[in-house]
């Protein structure tokens, strides 16, 4: 599905939009199904094992910053996954063996929804190489001033900045170190059924929606099979046990198989730890460990 030209472009900028990745179809049921979870979240008065809420949520106005591991909330996101141009994409850079990390859907409400401070995803997740990335399947129309994805192009083939604050990790990097080069800054828009791609490595954010409209973004986060992780989000399969961890495994396998032999190459590594006083989502790491905002003139 990608041109050799758009791969290239990916290696060297770690970054890439593709456009139309879906059909018509596909990108009204996957609106149809997420516009139906929204509504179902209205009865929910805190954060649980599938909404993170935002502030201001109530049953008149369901606000939402996340709906967490939407494939397992409903079938068809793992179905656009596994079977979709999605797929072809997804093959096209990472392979024929891949093993997906984690999903969820960044449903950030119109009027303010919370920022994500700059980082990148690499600091959460360590592996043993670093052939990992996160795509971002538009279900709405994203503009400038709804919050759309930013990146900083080629830093993926820099270093990994501290993400720590305040003695613990905080999930962001701070926006007056040097190494952040904020004048390189990149932001993504596009149409409903556009893809965005990039690199674990690459430095991300997106600012508050000041819009009257929700950023809708299904969000998954994808290893090449051979890449295993070393700690930090994927930490959680230390307490499977052999079994479970197998069954997990194949459970995420979403092309080919699971690699038995990991692929060890000389990666920048620093652990995300000690952890924030609340760890259970992104929003929550870079709110409780004391993050610096990139993003405060913005609110």
């Not at 996957?30 to 509504?39: D, F, M, N, R, S």
């Not at 793992?78 to 999605?86: E, P, T, Y």
């Not at 709804?146 to 990146?151: E, H, R, Y």
């Amino acid at each position: 599905m990608l041109t050799e030209g758009q791969k290239a472009f990916y290696a060297e900028q770690g970054y890439l939009k593709v456009e139309s990745v879906v059909t018509p179809e596909e990108l009204a049921r996957l609106q149809e199904i997420t516009h139906g979870l929204i509504e179902a979240s209205r009865g929910v008065t805190e954060s649980n094992e599938v909404y993170d809420l935002d502030e201001g949520h109530g049953p008149d106005s369901p606000r939402l910053t996340r709906i967490k591991l939407p494939h397992k909330q409903h079938a068809y996101y793992d179905q656009i996954l596994k079977n979709s141009g999605v797929t072809q994409v997804l093959r096209d850079l990472l392979g024929d063996n891949a093993t997906l990390l984690t999903a969820k859907l960044n449903t950030k409400a119109p009027g303010g929804g919370a920022a994500v401070e700059w980082h990148q995803d690499w600091a959460f997740y360590p592996h043993t190489n670093d052939d990992l990335l996160a795509f971002g399947l538009m279900l709405e129309d994203v503009t400038p001033d709804n919050g759309p994805l930013q990146v900083i192009p080629g830093s993926h083939r820099g270093p990994v900045l501290s993400h720590h604050a305040n003695g613990v990790f905080c999930g962001a990097v701070d926006p007056d170190d040097p190494e952040f080069q904020a004048g390189k800054i990149v932001t993504l828009t596009g149409k409903a059924g556009h893809m965005t791609v990039h690199h674990a490595r690459t430095l991300h954010g997106s600012a508050p929606n000041v819009s009257d409209r929700a950023r809708l973004i299904l969000f998954y986060e994808i290893a090449r099979a051979d890449a295993w992780p070393i700690l930090g989000a994927n930490s959680y399969i230390h307490a499977l046990g052999q079994e479970r961890f197998w069954a997990d495994l194949q459970d995420r396998t979403i092309l080919g198989e699971p690699c038995l032999v990991p692929r060890v190459e000389k990666v920048p590594v620093r652990m995300p730890l000690p952890p924030a006083p609340d760890a259970s989502s992104i929003f929550k790491t870079q709110k409780s460990g004391g993050a610096k905002s990139a993003f405060r003139s913005a609110m």
